[in-house]
């Protein structure tokens, strides 16, 4: 971690650490250490979030930026993903967030993102930093036309929905992007709000308050998505699209393969939730719904073959619903004490307390039979499924509800599924994937993963699904117990600290590399990979929903080249791979 620029960027009471004086300073230094490796003037674009001394800085930031040069592009009030986005986007050199996140109001913070969209590489941070500590002495100021320009761009959040619309690889349903804002002075709240569809099955509808990323949803997603479907279902009736025969179309149909960003911004905004990250004010949901209606209302009826597009495609979802919906009823469970109607597989536990209970979904019959020897069978039960399962990325709802083996995980989670999805009904509160610690194992913790993400969300910000971690290798010293490592620079420290205890190995078969769950008995996968005493967990955790689908989009969807490009960029952090 550097002098000033911590994990999050330079961060600090606003007007007492972090200072006008601080920020002109990191302007000046971040644009002439960017102008030396760029070989160019470099373009800087810059968004805050809604701080009072936000605006302060930008000023002092920009000034700091121009007086050595660098162009700026003023973002506005945006979330911090979509900078790091529109960076990539708008082909600039460098990106800056002025925010402090949940810190408390008096807080503000700097942080500058690379022209990849991700953070500055350590030592260019440490290159600005220097020139901080010097006053910036060294660097020559800019005078007539090499004195930098500040331009604003108004469409961060439509350009936004846009890129992430073409990160899906998609095909949209409408040309362009649905955007549009209000604001109500009254209430002290506003909106902007960006949509499109797509051919995708999945949605993805990202929220944020005062662009503080609502992983967990709130008021403004409760109004967005109750307008939107009442909406959707009254211009349908109304064009004669839905007949009076016809069901009406559920919140599922008409979000299927849409992209939305909410923004809405407040004066005082009220955060619940585990994380803090979902919105409670009522407001904001009435005002969402109100703005919704209206201004979504006269777009469809200014562009009736794209509404008809929109309604078609809601409708085709509609049809996979209902073919899908008697699987649908079998994955309800009747009550959350009842084990009637579990898949045959399962190997439930005795408690009925979901707070105590966990849930094993593992790999194959081989390792499925030894997780069930060596279980608690109090609190532990085990699903063993075989092979990879369908990769719900890529497939329609009435071709997931198919896969016998979806079914089963679904109904033995016991929460349903898409917008019916209750997590009062969940059974276990501790959802563990457990693969072998090799590519195949990976892939599959992956699926699991993609199904958990698309169809059963709140699992993740609740805290329920994680991640086992089994050990790479046993060392089995000739006098003591066996010690398990997980990584290859723990294997390599724990034999140099045996040896220098005077520990020996037997020759030959000292080391043993585990290839699979499979290759365990029962006594040591207890011991290493279910104990809750000594095993690994990694929970699964959502920062940045928005991150998190487009990562989701690149690694399972139909597209191969993202992921090839992806593979390239982080190649050089693999330590090893099983071929």
Not at 108 to 114: D, L, P, R, S, Y
Not at 128 to 150: F, N, S
Not at 498 to 510: T, V
Request: glycine share 8%.
């Amino acid at each position: 971690m550097g002098k000033y620029f911590g994990t999050d960027g330079v961060r600090g009471v606003a007007g007492a650490d972090l200072t006008c004086e601080m920020a002109m300073l990191i302007g000046r230094g971040a644009a002439a250490v960017l102008t030396s490796s760029t070989g160019h003037k470099p373009r800087i674009l810059i968004g805050k979030d809604t701080r009072q001394s936000g605006d302060m800085l930008e000023a002092a930031l920009t000034a700091g930026l121009c007086s050595v040069g660098a162009d700026v592009e003023s973002l506005g009030v945006v979330p911090t993903p979509a900078v790091a986005y529109l960076v990539r986007k708008y082909n600039a050199d460098a990106g800056v967030v002025i925010s402090a996140s949940h810190n408390p109001m008096e807080f503000n913070g700097i942080k500058i993102f690379a022209g990849t969209g991700y953070k500055l590489p350590d030592d260019v941070e440490e290159e600005i930093e220097a020139h901080i500590d010097d006053k910036c002495a060294g660097i020559p100021l800019a005078t007539g036309d090499g004195v930098g320009r500040v331009t604003c761009r108004i469409d961060g959040i439509k350009d936004y929905v846009d890129y992430l619309v073409k990160v899906r690889k998609a095909t949209p349903v409408e040309e362009d992007v649905i955007s549009f804002e209000a604001e109500d002075l009254k209430l002290g709240i506003s909106a902007e709000l960006a949509m499109q569809w797509t051919t995708a099955y999945s949605e993805a509808v990202h929220t944020f308050a005062n662009t503080i990323s609502t992983t967990e949803g709130g008021t403004h997603e409760e109004g967005f998505r109750a307008a939107l479907t009442s909406l959707v279902n009254r211009y349908a009736r109304d064009k004669g699209i839905l007949k009076d025969k016809d069901e009406n179309l559920s919140g599922d149909d008409v979000r299927e393969g849409l992209t939305a960003v909410i923004s809405v911004k407040l004066t005082n905004p009220q955060f619940e939730g585990q994380t803090k990250t979902k919105l409670g004010n009522s407001e904001a949901k009435t005002f969402v719904q109100r703005v919704m209606t209206d201004k979504l209302g006269d777009w469809f009826d200014a562009h009736p073959n794209e509404a008809k597009n929109i309604i078609q495609k809601a409708i085709e979802a509609s049809r996979a619903r209902l073919a899908a919906k008697k699987a649908r009823e079998n994955t309800r469970r009747k009550s959350i004490f009842e084990s009637a109607g579990m898949p045959d597989k399962l190997k439930d536990c005795q408690s009925n307390n979901p707070e105590e209970c966990e849930l094993f979904i593992v790999e194959g019959d081989s390792a499925g039979g030894s997780a069930i020897q060596g279980r608690n069978p109090i609190t532990q039960a085990i699903l063993p499924l075989r092979g990879k399962i369908l990769n719900t990325e890529r497939a329609s709802l009435d071709r997931m509800m198919k896969s016998d083996t979806i079914e089963s995980l679904i109904t033995a989670v016991g929460g349903g599924y898409g917008e019916d999805f209750d997590l009062n009904k969940v059974r276990y509160h501790k959802v563990i994937i457990m693969a072998d610690a090799d590519v195949d194992g990976a892939h599959i913790a992956t699926l699991n993963l993609t199904l958990f993400f698309r169809y059963m969300r709140p699992m993740i910000t609740a805290g329920y699904v994680y991640v086992a971690m089994p050990p790479l290798y046993r060392l089995k010293w000739t006098k003591g117990p066996h010690d398990f490592v997980y990584t290859d620079a723990e294997r390599d420290r724990v034999l140099a600290e045996g040896k220098a205890a005077g520990r020996q190995l037997p020759k030959g078969e000292g080391i043993q590399r585990y290839k699979g769950l499979g290759e365990m008995s029962y006594q040591e996968l207890w011991e290493t990979t279910m104990d809750p005493d000594h095993r690994i967990l990694k929970q699964v955790q959502i920062e940045d929903a928005a991150a998190a689908d487009e990562t989701f989009s690149m690694l399972m969807g139909d597209e191969v080249e993202p992921r090839r490009l992806f593979i390239q960029r982080n190649a050089r952090n693999v330590s090893w791979i099983d071929a």
